[in-house]
């Protein structure tokens, strides 16, 4: 399964302007501290912008790319970072 950066832009990319895919389908885990799991899910409908090496939120924040954990779409993984706990 291809990863990196160029790989999280290209499925945020492709949920928000391809056909058959809408950004309700992808849910995007990230490394959360402040989470009793240590980890949060965000429904793709959050995230507005892929670039520049952060996820660009609804909300205004920013999530650094090396803090995406997991990518999914319709139970399908997309993208899971190496050594992710």
Request: aromatic content about 4%; overall charge positive.
């Amino acid at each position: 399964m291809p990863g990196g950066k160029a790989r999280i832009k290209e499925i945020v990319d492709e949920h928000a302007h391809r056909q058959g895919l809408a950004p309700d389908d992808l849910m995007v885990e990230v490394a959360d501290r402040q989470a009793p799991s240590g980890a949060r899910v965000l429904s793709g409908r959050e995230v507005v912008a892929a670039r520049g090496g952060f996820l660009e939120l609804r909300d205004g924040a920013s999530i650094p790319y090396h803090k995406v954990r997991k990518m999914t779409s319709r139970g399908r993984v997309l993208y899971e970072r190496p050594g992710a706990r």
